[in-house]
């Protein structure tokens, strides 16, 4: 077949979709078909266990057998995935005949449509064919990857009207949002590719003080910074005036994220913003993040639960002490639990906290490991046990931001 591909993208949403073959090449080919929304029927004697379980929640349709002309009835579109060519070649033919458009996994050559290699950065899409090399394509497709994950500020600048090629989807052009991001517990690379993605469209960031400085050093110099470590007033004031901040920006039509150490919602003021907003008319979207409550933990070796060592984890604020009429926490009750007790904010109160620990129960001699600046450059961990662990913290000099952590867990992975 001569002349080049003409590229379109289908809309295949409620639209059949027949597939056929049920191993490797059909397993890769369905995510995509699904994300599309199409109505996917897989013809296939056999399936794949991946495909197996799409077929038992009832997201595509299995039919249990080879290929009959009739399964491309008020199909828009066949993929062949099967290895024999001749059996290829015959469903080609039923295709060609009802003038529907072919991929062939076994013959390029013969096909009348070809898959292109695929990134996709929020709402963009690239599909790149390579001339009947899909090594040439891929490669092409990785190189354009990196250049949209580097943010559009790597790429050729946009005309001041287009800014937001690439952005969120917004409601109208001034129609301003907020997304209350999780910028994980410390190490850059660990926010999520979704929050990364909306940092790099932001016109306004309002930050913390736990995210992770290199974070903000790759936006523009357009970008409105805020800090909210540097809001005078006291904690309440300035979580106001957080809010104000964010509602006023948005209303103004900006693309704001609110950028939170860890995950937003854990401990993090995140659902008070999200209310602000919500109060405000203002759209919020919300991408939870890396919580440090498990992270630093693993970035000291220590997996918060551990096949027969513990079956839970507890996570708790230690910022109120226990004896405290204001303490929300039933540190009595804790003190009974088995497993693994993760304690965020808890420098200040860790004497008072782990001796109503042992107190009521927990033995002394239980293992804990305290992380500071867990994920980053700057880690400190000490290993101890909960009936001293006050005093080693005290003598090792370690400073917030930190997590402490208690159970067998500490030195599960020890050899
Ligand atoms: N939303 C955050 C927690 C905010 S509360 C999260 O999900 O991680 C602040 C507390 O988190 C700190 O006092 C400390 O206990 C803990 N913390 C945050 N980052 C940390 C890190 N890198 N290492 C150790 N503890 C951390």
Same mark, same amino acid.
């Given at each position: 077949?001569?002349?080049?591909?003409?590229?379109? @993208?289908?809309?295949? *949403?409620?639209?059949?979709?027949?597939?056929?073959?049920?191993?490797?090449?059909?397993?890769?080919?369905?995510?995509?078909? %699904?994300?599309?929304?199409?109505?996917?029927?897989?013809?296939?004697?056999?399936?794949? $266990?991946?495909?197996?379980?799409?077929?038992?929640? @009832?997201?595509?349709?299995?039919?249990?057998?080879?290929?009959? /002309?009739?399964? %491309?009835?008020?199909?828009?579109?066949?993929?062949?995935?099967?290895?024999?060519?001749?059996?290829?070649?015959?469903?080609?033919?039923?295709?060609?005949?009802?003038?529907?458009?072919?991929?062939?996994?076994?013959?390029?050559?013969?096909?009348?449509?070809?898959?292109?290699?695929?990134?996709?950065?929020?709402?963009?899409? !690239?599909?790149? %064919?390579? @001339? =009947?090399?899909?090594?040439?394509?891929?490669?092409?497709?990785?190189?354009?990857?990196?250049?949209?994950?580097?943010? $559009? +500020?790597?790429? #050729?600048?946009?005309?001041?009207?287009?800014?937001?090629?690439?952005?969120?989807?917004?409601?109208?052009?001034?129609?301003?949002?907020?997304?209350?991001?999780?910028?994980?517990?410390?190490?850059?690379?660990?926010? &999520?590719?979704?929050?990364?993605?909306?940092?790099?469209?932001?016109?306004?960031?309002?930050?913390?003080?736990?995210? $992770? =400085?290199?974070?903000?050093?790759?936006?523009?110099?357009?970008?409105?910074?805020?800090?909210?470590?540097?809001?005078?007033?006291?904690?309440?004031?300035?979580?106001?005036?957080?809010?104000?901040?964010?509602?006023?920006?948005?209303? #103004?039509?900006?693309?704001?994220?609110?950028?939170?150490? @860890?995950?937003?919602?854990?401990? =993090?003021?995140?659902?008070?913003?999200?209310?602000?907003?919500?109060? /405000?008319?203002?759209?919020?979207?919300? !991408?939870?993040?890396?919580?440090?409550?498990?992270?630093?933990? /693993?970035?000291?070796?220590? $997996?918060? &639960?551990?096949?027969?060592? *513990?079956?839970?984890?507890?996570?708790? +604020?230690?910022?109120?002490?226990?004896?405290? +009429?204001?303490?929300?926490?039933?540190?009595?009750?804790?003190?009974?639990?088995?497993?693994?007790?993760?304690?965020?904010?808890?420098?200040?109160?860790?004497?008072?906290?782990?001796?109503?620990?042992?107190?009521?129960?927990?033995?002394?001699?239980?293992?804990?490991?305290?992380?500071?600046?867990?994920?980053?450059?700057?880690?400190?961990?000490?290993?101890?046990?909960? =009936?001293?662990?006050?005093?080693?913290?005290?003598?090792?000099?370690?400073?917030?931001?930190?997590?402490?952590?208690?159970?067998?867990?500490?030195?599960?992975?020890? +050899?």
């Amino acid at each position: 077949m001569s002349g080049n591909p003409y590229p379109l @993208g289908l809309r295949l *949403a409620g639209r059949r979709v027949v597939l056929v073959g049920g191993g490797a090449v059909a397993t890769r080919r369905v995510p995509a078909l %699904l994300d599309a929304g199409a109505d996917v029927l897989l013809v296939a004697p056999e399936l794949t $266990p991946a495909l197996r379980a799409h077929a038992d929640a @009832g997201r595509l349709r299995w039919q249990r057998r080879r290929f009959a /002309a009739d399964d %491309l009835d008020d199909a828009w579109l066949v993929q062949v995935a099967v290895d024999d060519p001749s059996a290829a070649a015959a469903i080609s033919a039923v295709a060609d005949e009802r003038r529907i458009f072919c991929v062939r996994a076994d013959d390029r050559a013969a096909a009348t449509a070809w898959t292109p290699a695929v990134t996709r950065q929020g709402p963009v899409t !690239v599909a790149v %064919l390579g @001339g =009947g090399d899909p090594r040439r394509a891929m490669a092409v497709r990785d190189a354009v990857r990196e250049l949209l994950a580097a943010g $559009p +500020s790597r790429l #050729a600048p946009p005309p001041a009207d287009a800014v937001g090629a690439l952005g969120p989807v917004r409601p109208n052009r001034r129609g301003g949002q907020v997304a209350l991001v999780g910028a994980g517990p410390g190490d850059p690379e660990l926010i &999520t590719v979704k929050g990364r993605r909306l940092l790099t469209e932001a016109e306004v960031v309002v930050t913390d003080r736990l995210v $992770p =400085g290199l974070l903000l050093d790759e936006l523009g110099p357009e970008v409105e910074l805020v800090d909210a470590t540097k809001i005078p007033y006291g904690p309440a004031r300035a979580q106001e005036e957080i809010n104000r901040i964010l509602v006023d920006r948005a209303l #103004a039509g900006k693309a704001v994220v609110r950028l939170k150490g @860890g995950d937003p919602y854990v401990f =993090g003021r995140g659902g008070e913003e999200l209310l602000a907003c919500a109060a /405000a008319g203002v759209p919020v979207t919300v !991408v939870p993040g890396v919580t440090s409550a498990v992270a630093a933990a /693993a970035g000291a070796g220590v $997996p918060v &639960t551990h096949r027969a060592v *513990a079956h839970e984890f507890t996570v708790v +604020s230690g910022h109120v002490p226990p004896d405290s +009429s204001a303490s929300m926490v039933r540190w009595e009750h804790l003190a009974g639990l088995r497993g693994t007790l993760v304690i965020l904010m808890g420098l200040k109160n860790l004497a008072a906290i782990s001796a109503t620990l042992v107190a009521h129960g927990r033995p002394a001699q239980t293992p804990a490991v305290v992380v500071q600046e867990g994920t980053t450059g700057a880690q400190r961990t000490i290993r101890s046990t909960l =009936g001293v662990v006050a005093a080693d913290v005290a003598a090792a000099g370690l400073r917030p931001p930190a997590v402490v952590v208690v159970g067998d867990v500490v030195g599960a992975l020890d +050899s």
